[in-house]
Structures are given as C-alpha cells and as structure tokens.
C-alpha cells in the first residue's frame, strides 16, 4: 500500500496533464515515499485521459461530466494511500509544494496551501476569496486564510468520513475545510504561489459564487447551528424592538403588530436553532461512537 495517494481531478485538460502528471512523478521520487498518482477523468472529450495514463498515472474515469467536487470523492473513495494530496490539473499548483505539504501532516490532520498576494489571478476573484475567507473565518471561530484552494493534503480516514458532504461542484474545498475545522481536526495553511492555468477556467464568479455561500451556511447549520440562527434571531428582535419604539415616540401611534410578530418569530427563530445545536450534537456523539465501535471490533478480530 502506498503511503501517499495523490488525486488529480481533470476535466478537458489534455494540453496541461501531461506534464502535471510527469513533474509530481519528478518531485515524489526525489522522496522516500512510496505513492500513487490518480487522476479521475470527469467525462472528458478530449485526449485527458490518454496523456494522462502515458505520463504514468493511475486512470479512473466518469461516464460523463459529474462535477470537480465527484472526481475528487472518487479517488478518495479510490485510493489506497494513509495521506491523501489534491491538486488541479491545469498547471496552478506547483508539485515542488507538495513535500512542503506532506512535512505538516506529522503534526497536522489537514494542511493546505494559501495562496499569496503574488499568486497569478484576477482581482475579481482576490476579493471574493477575501470575502468568503472573512465569512468562513466568522462561522468557524478560527482564521480561514484560503477557504477555496484545491491544493491540499489531508489523512485519508478523515476525508472519507466527510466524502458524503462533499458537493459535487467546484466547491469541495469550502466544504472540507470548515467540517475538519467545526469538527476539532487541526489545520494548518502552507504559503503558496500559483502559475496561470493552461486553457480557460470553468468556474463561473456568479454561479460559483453564489454557491460558495450557501455551501459556508449549510457546513455551519451542520456543525454550528447557532453561529447562523443565533445572528439573525438577535437582527429580527432587535428591528422589531426598534420599530416599535419609534413608532410610540416618533409617531404617536401604538406598538403595532408588525412589531410584536418581528420579536415572536426571533425567538422562534433562537429555539430552532438550539434545537438545531443539539442535534449537530447527537449526530457528532453518534459518529464518534459508530467509529469507536467499528475501531474495537477491528483490534479483536481474530488474526
């Protein structure tokens, strides 16, 4: 069994995954690492797949286009190493980072590569990382320096045990970064630099964009409910407090009705979400035991 498993996902990327492929080959044997190189065709219709396997890598392939996010749950599913690296396939990622990477996971159960100021992108997408960084940054209660880089390394128990969350799209590290966090795994972000992709990106601003965000809320009604509930509840009792106030010494009139269901529904909104914190407890304490269990009866099978 290898000891590093590294996944590739790759999609319309037959000009660029050869010498992706053949310089991650390059940096890993100057390690004594043994590895493997996996790279998850997503339904390409070009010569992906092909340059791929003639640059020695491992081939799993999808009958059709699925997502980035499902080419990378097939080769953790797939893979056969103890720490599991994820890179792009267009040439970004440098695979001299990788042993950088590597070096942290002897302390570290998930580290990832932060891109820097000099790294090559568009301003566009700069500041919605810095956006969504910040936000993340708030729901996990701890500094998310890169929120949507797909350079990463992480112990392959870990990532199976969040594959079911994964969504199918671009999104996947958004999710897998606040679910090792919200969990208690320990993180750590290795400063990077990133080329300029061969051929055009397919990451869409406005529709990823959009899709960043509600991945961020959905991992945190997961995990912390009351970081979202909480917010608003105080926001809707507050408003609606204020309202009324200004309506009994600014206009002479009464409270009012649109004040009192503001204040009512805030509470509403605070009890859902203490419901909501004690369930994400009960699901955690349940698959914690599951793991346990599974853990013992595997130490007492018989030889």
């Keep these: 069994?290898?000891?590093?498993?590294?996944?590739?996902?790759?999609?319309?990327?037959?000009?660029?995954?050869?010498?992706?492929?053949?310089?991650?080959?390059?940096?890993?044997?100057?390690?004594?690492?043994?590895?493997?190189?996996?790279?998850?065709?997503?339904?390409?219709?070009?010569?992906?797949?092909?340059?791929?396997?003639?640059?020695?890598?491992?081939?799993?392939?999808?009958?059709?286009?699925?997502?980035?996010?499902?080419?990378?749950?097939?080769?953790?599913?797939?893979?056969?190493?103890?720490i599991l690296?994820?890179?792009?396939?267009?040439?970004?990622?440098?695979?001299e980072d990788i042993p950088r990477l590597l070096d942290k996971m002897d302390t570290y159960d998930m580290a990832v590569g932060a891109r820097g100021g000099n790294s090559r992108r568009s301003l566009l997408r700069t500041m919605a990382n810095s956006l969504y960084n910040r936000f993340a940054t708030y729901m996990c209660k701890r500094r998310i320096e890169d929120l949507t880089s797909g350079f990463r390394a992480i112990r392959t128990d870990i990532a199976r045990r969040f594959v079911s969350l994964l969504p199918n799209t671009f999104s996947y590290p958004t999710t897998i970064t606040m679910a090792v966090v919200r969990s208690g795994y320990s993180l750590v972000y290795v400063p990077i630099k990133t080329a300029r992709r061969v051929g055009t990106s397919k990451i869409r601003p406005i529709r990823d964009g959009s899709?960043?965000?509600?991945?961020?809320?959905?991992?945190?009604?997961?995990?912390?409910?009351?970081?979202?509930?909480?917010?608003?509840?105080?926001?809707?009792?507050?408003t609606g407090l204020g309202y009324g106030l200004f309506k009994i010494f600014f206009m002479g009139?009464?409270?009012?009705?649109?004040?009192?269901?503001?204040?009512?529904?805030?509470v509403v909104v605070f009890m859902v979400g203490l419901v909501s914190e004690q369930v994400a407890q009960l699901r955690f304490d349940g698959s914690e035991s599951f793991r346990e269990k599974n853990r013992d009866s595997g130490n007492n099978a018989p030889e």
């Design 85 to 95: 690296v994820t890179l792009d396939a267009d040439g970004q990622h440098s695979p």
């Design 211 to 238: 899709r960043f965000f509600l991945i961020i809320v959905k991992v945190a009604t997961l995990f912390s409910p009351m970081r979202v509930f909480l917010p608003v509840s105080v926001l809707m009792f507050l």
């Design 1 to 82: 069994m290898p000891d590093i498993s590294i996944i590739i996902p790759a999609y319309r990327e037959g000009k660029a995954i050869f010498g992706v492929v053949e310089e991650t080959r390059r940096v890993m044997d100057t390690t004594n690492l043994s590895y493997e190189i996996l790279v998850v065709d997503d339904g390409s219709d070009d010569e992906t797949a092909g340059e791929a396997q003639r640059a020695g890598a491992r081939i799993l392939i999808h009958p059709y286009n699925i997502g980035n996010g499902a080419a990378v749950k097939t080769g953790i599913r797939n893979a056969q190493g103890g």
């Design 253 to 266: 009139g009464q409270y009012g009705p649109t004040s009192a269901m503001l204040m009512t529904v805030s």
